[in-house]
């Protein structure tokens, strides 16, 4: 469904992203797992459209991200890293104004934010001020709003970073929900145990290269586990709380 050839960016005199190149099949989720600064966010920025890269090309069933961003646009869901919430507008609010960008009619776009609101289980809070909203809560209201156009590819960029374990686990809960709904789900963490919990592929992510792409089960066969497989390609830790 997504190719990734070669693709570059870079800041500067600096790489960010160093000719990766890797595919994602229909329905299955990958982590692209590595520690601040390694090139998560730009590579997501780039398949997502909103970064244009300096090399390479990103297909989604064939048809080239860069040069038709629109199609992309309808097929793919972002989740940012940083919130792009509306703290003084309720939830209800927010997820009118994501779906009006989306040109979605109203009525459409009030079926689908029930229905994202109810799966991120937000539902009873909708007439809520975000601002009053835990961190935990801000992200899954995030979630919803990649949802409003349904599109079949998700792209979460540490999708739990900073939010308390309770509501880490209700995110998780959303994308194993998403993940049996048939979803593609990319997203970027430098949390081992997510990745070994929700992913079918792992994509360890290091100075911008891509230094082993397997599955969960093909790690452990090789390396014990992912940590085991991460000190050893890059000679380093990846901690818990290493990177945001
Ligand atoms: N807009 C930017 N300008 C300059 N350097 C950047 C910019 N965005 C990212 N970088 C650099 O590119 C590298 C990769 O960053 P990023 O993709 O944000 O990594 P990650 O998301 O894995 O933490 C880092 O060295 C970062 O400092
Ligand atoms: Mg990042």
Redesign the pocket.
């Known amino acids: 469904m997504l190719d990734v050839e070669q693709l570059s960016?870079r800041?500067?005199s600096?790489t960010?992203?160093d000719a990766i190149s890797f595919g994602i099949g229909r329905g299955e989720t990958v982590g692209l797992l590595?520690?601040?600064?390694?090139?998560?966010?730009?590579?997501?920025?780039m398949i997502s459209g909103i970064s244009k890269p300096d090399g390479g090309e990103v297909r989604l069933d064939g048809v080239s991200v860069v040069r038709d961003a629109d199609a992309l646009k309808r097929r793919v869901g972002l989740v940012p890293?940083d919130l792009a919430l509306y703290e003084e507008l309720s939830a209800w609010a927010n997820l009118q104004l994501f779906g009006g960008l989306y040109g979605l009619g109203a009525r459409q776009l009030r079926q689908r934010a029930e229905a994202a609101l109810a799966l991120v289980g937000l539902a009873d809070r909708s007439g809520e001020r975000v601002g009053s909203f835990s961190g935990g809560m801000k992200r899954r209201l995030n979630i919803a709003g990649a949802l409003l156009h349904d599109p079949d590819l998700l792209l979460l960029?540490?999708p739990t970073v900073g939010v308390d374990p309770q509501s880490r686990n209700a995110i998780f809960d959303n994308l194993e929900e998403l993940k049996r709904r048939g979803k593609t789900l990319l997203y970027?963490t430098h949390y081992m145990e997510e990745a070994e919990r929700l992913c079918d592929r792992v994509l360890i992510?290091d100075h911008?290269r891509i230094l082993a792409d397997d599955t969960v089960a093909g790690f452990k066969r090789q390396y014990l586990n992912l940590e085991a497989a991460f000190m050893r390609l890059t000679g380093r830790a990846l901690r818990d709380g290493a990177?945001a």
């Open positions: 960016k800041f500067g600096r960010a992203v590595g520690p601040n600064g390694a090139g998560k966010t730009t590579t997501i920025a890293q960029d540490e970027t992510l911008g990177g």
